[in-house]
Structure formats: structure tokens, C-alpha cells
């Protein structure tokens, strides 16, 4: 593989970074990190947990330690960040400095129909009731498209069954 820097892949909860950051490592022979276990495992708990014993603050300032961490690694590599992390602290530009970011971006009813029955384990969806859920998700997303549009590139899938890899593998060829 040609590329030397990072690939960040951002986006909303259920965007798929984690599903498709695995699948491009596979395919570029690049390693694949989840920023979310980094923090998991640095904090011996899992982020449900975290959240709910230490609040979203303390939550944000472990991310962006970590998020830094991983950046300063210095073999490239791919990394799914948590849906939040572009939106907090200057983590986009941070990571448009260190590599390359990628915005998976998907529908509010797309997402809805993903995250339904995973709103537990979800701290930022946890309290909302399921006929709220579609409203919350365009609100939030609203909010961070300001920032997840300022990704180096954005990939969209306009269904929930789109094979988004041969356009991952294209831009990282490119960079
Ligand atoms: C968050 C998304 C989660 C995790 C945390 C906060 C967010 O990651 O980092 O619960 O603010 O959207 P995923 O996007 O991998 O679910």
C-alpha cells in the first residue's frame, strides 16, 4: 500500500467506520484501530460505562488524548474514530494534519433503522424514546455536519446494502 498517513474514517453512530475501516485493512493491507477501545481499554470499562460513571467530559478529554496517541504512531494506519470526535476540541483539524479523513455519510433513516435496537449500549441515545429517535438523529447530525463535512473526502451511501469499498480503496490509492 502506497499511502503514508493515517486514515481517519468519521462519521454518525452506525455510519459503519468501524465495518468498513475492518474491510479496507483487509483489502490495503494497512492495521485497523478503533479509537473507542483505545479509550475503552485505557480506561478498563466499556464507553457505556464510562459515560455513565464519569460523564461526557471526561469522556471527550480521554478521547482527544487518545485520538492523539494513535496519530503519533508512525507506520500509517486506518482508524474508526467515535461518531463525536470531529466535533470536539480542533480533533478535524488535528486529523486532517496527521492523515487523511474520511466521512462515511449516511441518511437519518438509514441510521434510525440501524440504531434502533442498539440505543442501549449508546450514551448520547440511551434516554430516547423510540418515537423520538429519527427526530434526535437529524438534529445531532445536523449539528455535526458542520464539522463532518469538512473531511477530506466523503463517502455517501444511499442505501443501506451500497458496497462502499471499491470507492474506500480508490481515495486511499490516491493519497
Ligand atoms: C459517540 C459515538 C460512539 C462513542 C461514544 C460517543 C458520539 O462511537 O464514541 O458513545 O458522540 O457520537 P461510535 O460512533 O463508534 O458509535
Not at 490495503?28 to 475503552?40: G, Q, T
Not at 480542533?90 to 466521512?103: A, V
Not at 449539528?143 to 444511499?158: D, L, M, N
Request: proline content about 5%; charged content about 20%; some cysteine.
Amino acid at each position: 500500500m502506497q499511502t503514508s498517513k493515517h486514515i481517519f474514517l468519521i462519521g454518525f453512530m452506525g455510519s459503519g467506520k468501524t465495518y468498513w475501516g475492518k474491510k479496507l485493512s483487509r483489502a490495503i493491507e494497512l492495521p485497523f484501530l478503533d479509537l473507542d477501545d483505545l479509550i475503552s481499554s485505557k480506561v478498563g470499562k466499556s464507553i457505556a460505562d464510562f459515560f455513565q460513571d464519569s460523564g461526557e467530559a471526561a469522556f471527550r478529554n480521554m478521547e482527544v488524548l487518545a485520538l492523539q496517541e494513535i496519530s503519533r504512531l508512525p507506520t500509517p494506519h486506518i482508524i474508526a474514530t467515535g461518531g463525536g470526535t470531529p466535533c470536539f476540541f480542533d480533533n478535524l483539524e488535528y486529523m486532517n494534519k496527521s492523515g487523511t479523513t474520511i466521512y462515511l455519510k449516511v441518511s437519518p433513516e438509514i441510521l434510525v433503522a440501524r440504531l434502533r435496537s442498539e440505543t442501549n449500549t449508546r450514551p448520547l441515545l440511551k434516554a430516547t424514546p423510540a418515537d423520538k429517535l429519527l427526530q434526535t438523529i437529524q438534529e445531532l447530525l445536523k449539528a455535526r455536519e458542520t464539522f463532518y463535512t469538512k473531511a477530506t473526502f466523503t463517502i455517501p451511501q444511499i442505501d443501506t446494502s451500497d458496497d462502499i469499498l471499491p470507492l474506500l480503496i480508490q481515495v486511499s490509492n490516491r493519497l
